[in-house]
Each structure stands twice: as C-alpha cells, then as structure tokens.
C-alpha cells in the first residue's frame, strides 16, 4: 500500500529548503508526495511566526484540519517549525488543536522520523521541542523540488537581535556550516545539473567558516560549469568592500543584492538595534553601484515600529528615493512576545501604520515600475524555471532577479534563455525566445 504526505510551508527560503529536507525525511520512509490534504497519510505544517499575519494563517490551516481528520483518524498532523518553538507555543497549539499528533521545533526537524514512528506507536500527541545546543545536523538529504535553482544553507541563527525581531529567540545562535562541506554540496548541485545556487543565511556576511563569506564565495564562484550565484540575507552593517569587489569580478555571481534597511530614520534605526545610520547604508549603496553600476538592490521596510514618527516615515520615504531599489518587502511592526520592541512604548496605531505602509507601497512600486519601463525592447537572458499554466508561458529571471515570460513549443526549464521584452506590465515583462 502506498502512503502519501503532503507539506504545507510558510514563511522564507530557509523554511521552503527545510521542506525540502522534511520531504527527503518522509520519502525515504517510503512516503510519497501528493498534492491535497485529503489523500495524505501524513500532513506537516512547517510555520513561521515572523510576524502575526503568518501566525494567524498557518492558526487557520491547521483548524480546517480537525473535520478531515474526523474522518480519518488514521491521518497524522504534524506541526513543526519557528511558531511552535515560541515559548509556550507548543503547549498552547495542543490545547487548541488536541488532533494534532506530532509538534516538533526548528532544532529537531532531523528527528522526524523517530516522532512519526514514537507516535504511530502510540495513542498520545508527541510533543518535542528542544532548546537549541549550538550543533548542525549534516544527515539529512533534501529531496529538491525547485529545480534548476537550489538552496544551500551556509548560516543557521541568529546573533544580532535586531529588538523587532523573533528569529534569534526561535533559530537559536548562529551557527556556520564548514566551507568544505558546502563547497561539496555546490559541487555536486552543479554537476546534477543545477543552474542556480542559492546560499542562504540569516545573515551571510557574518558567516565564518574554514574561509569568511567573500572567500566561501570566490571559491564557489570558480567552480566549473555555467550557473549562477545568489545569497540571502546581507546585512549593512556586515556587507564589505572585499565581499563588493568578488562580486564585482565573478560573472558567475548574480548583480543582485538583498540589503534590508528596515528604515530611513536613525533614530528608528537605532531602537531597532540596526548598528548603521541611514548615512552609512547609503554610502554602502554608493559603493557598491560605483564598483557595480547595473546592480539591482532590494530590500525589506518596516513601517509602525514603535515611536516612529511622521518625520521618521518620511526619512524612510526619502532613503527609498535616494536608492531607488529594484523592489522591496513592505510590512507593518508586528509586535512578537519576548522581543524589546514589544515592551516598547509609544505602539503605533494601526491606522497610522495602515496609511504609511499605502504610502510606501505607492513609492516603491512606482520605482518597480519605472525599471521596467527600461526592459522595453531589451534582450535579456533568463534563467527558465517554470511554466505558467494560467498563461501557457515559460517563466524565467534574468540574472537581476525579474520575472520574463515567452512561449516555447519544447520544455525550456533549466535552459539559459535570451528574450527580447515585447511587453511591459507592472512588474511583468514579456518577450519572445530569440535564437
Ligand atoms: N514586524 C514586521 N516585520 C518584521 N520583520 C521581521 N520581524 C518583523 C516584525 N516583528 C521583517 C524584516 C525582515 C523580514 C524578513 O521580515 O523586514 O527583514
Ligand atoms: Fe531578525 Fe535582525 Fe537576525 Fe534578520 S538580522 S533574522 S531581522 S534579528
């Protein structure tokens, strides 16, 4: 008899890669992958509790489980991830959702095998949620389901506290893999026939392995075979002149960079425990586009923080013009128990951060926007990952990190493709293959 699971992921790409080791886990049980709840013989909800909108949706998912479940109580639920590793989270998804078999946390996913079977030999939920002991499992095998892009993790944790945030209380410290393992699984990822090699970290550029992150990067950026080179997340105030210039001489190194300001006002930047000042991230900024003039830059804003001000808004209104990003992650402050900012005073009301978040929007969609205006008759070269059944398009990006369609009669995915942009809507561009 075939057993089927089907993996509910929310949140970032270190959340979409642990799905991808969560399904290695369950296929090499001898599960296989199905694409509804209802033919599952196991559900896994992996959660993010980043802000409370991410909360509250996974809340949802996981109470329209209990009638499903009724019927099949054969069905195993597992939750597990950053939510239930808040404290006192566990306690509280079991007491609101007492179907759910299986609650596990983010430094225990390697031992979701022994959880399934603790709990398929037994009537009890299993709750598991250790603290974090500074180590990296290296065990599991992530079955890929992004092909041709591929997720490597470099960092794990979190060490700056930033007072808004809930990522280091739930990833734990940050902890860095050895170089020589992930140069390995670069290696191996190439030669498999991956086109798009995704370092991933909380923070790279405080990454310290065997080689500091821009050596990790010129090491990998020499290794044989066409690919391209991205990472996430820089943070300003880790972000060097040596990482700058590896970019600035490796081809193979995507001309994007995600470098979240959060804001524009020091004083903001300063209660959100950022340690840079608008000045220095734009002297960042200017560096990185003297050395790299087409470099695409994006970012993540927070707006409401607590005790931000009109004028404080507007300084982030303006750091946007002055950079102009390619595009931008915009959300409202979402107070998150345990953090500084939530014993802050001076919460913004939410009206007010509702208006400004419109506002931002507006800004930073414009300059999207504009960009895209400038693709208009251009041939770019796209990376092709996907097909789009609504459109019946090939979906790809250039190496800036924006979204090209064309049609293609033949299967183009993991194929390097040139398109020569016929249409330019929003942040949607559209163009036909050029040979
Ligand atoms: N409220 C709103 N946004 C947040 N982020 C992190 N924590 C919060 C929070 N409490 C945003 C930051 C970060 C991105 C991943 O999520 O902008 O860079
Ligand atoms: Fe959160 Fe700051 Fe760490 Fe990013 S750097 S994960 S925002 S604490």
Redesign the pocket.
């Known amino acids: 008899m075939k057993k089927f699971y089907h993996i509910i992921t929310y949140g ?1 790409q270190m959340n979409v890669h642990e799905s991808e080791k969560i399904a290695g886990i369950l296929s090499e049980m001898g599960y296989e992958s199905c694409s509804s709840p209802e033919e599952a013989d196991i559900v896994v909800f992996n959660t993010c509790c ?2 409370e909108n991410a909360e509250n949706h996974a809340f949802g998912n996981i109470g329209m489980l209990k009638k499903l479940k009724q019927r099949r109580r054969d069905m195993i639920v597992a939750v597990g991830g950053c939510l239930p590793q808040q404290m006192n989270k566990a306690e509280n998804i079991h007491e609101k959702f007492p179907y759910v078999d299986i609650i596990f946390g983010t430094h225990n996913l390697h031992d979701l095998k022994s959880l399934i079977l603790k709990k398929l030999a037994s009537k009890e939920p299993v709750i598991s949620i250790p603290e974090d002991d500074g180590s990296i499992c290296e065990e599991d095998v992530p079955l890929r389901t992004s092909y041709p892009n591929a997720w490597v993790n470099i960092t794990y944790g979190c060490n700056n506290f ?1 007072s ?4 280091p209380y739930v990833r734990g410290r940050e902890r860095s893999r050895s170089s020589e393992r992930i140069i390995a699984e670069v290696r191996s990822l190439v030669a498999e026939g991956y086109k798009e090699i995704t370092l991933l970290g909380q923070n790279v550029n405080s990454y310290r392995g065997e080689l500091t992150f821009p050596q990790l990067l010129e090491t990998i950026a020499n290794i044989e075979g066409k690919f391209r080179i991205r990472f996430m ?1 820089s943070h300003p105030k880790d972000f060097s002149d040596e990482l700058i210039e590896v970019m600035a001489k490796y081809p193979k190194i995507c001309h994007c960079l995600h470098l ?1 300001v ?1 804001s524009g006002s020091d004083s903001i930047l300063a209660a959100m425990n950022r340690r840079y000042t608008s000045g220095q991230y734009l002297e960042k900024v200017v560096k990185l586009k003297a050395r790299i003039p087409d470099c695409a830059i994006t970012t ?3 707006v409401g923080f607590p005790g931000e001000t009109d004028e404080d808004f507007e300084a982030t209104l303006d750091l946007v013009k002055k950079v102009n990003f390619a595009s931008a ?1 915009t ?6 128990q345990g ?1 500084k ?1 939530a014993e802050m005073p001076d919460q913004v009301p939410e009206e007010v951060s509702k208006a400004r978040i419109m506002r931002l929007v507006e800004l930073v969609n414009s300059q999207t926007r504009s960009l895209s205006e400038t693709y208009l008759g251009k041939t770019i070269e796209i990376l092709c990952e996907d097909y789009d059944d609504k459109r019946g398009m090939y979906m790809g990006r250039d190496e800036y990190g924006r979204m090209g369609y064309f049609i293609s009669s033949q299967n183009m995915i993991g194929k390097f493709v040139k398109i020569q942009i016929k249409q330019v809507n929003g942040i949607s561009l559209t163009g036909s293959a050029v040979v």
């Open positions: 970032c980043i802000r930033c808004y945030c809930i990522v997340t979240p959060q993540d804003l927070i992650f959300f409202v402050y979402s107070k998150r953090t900012a």
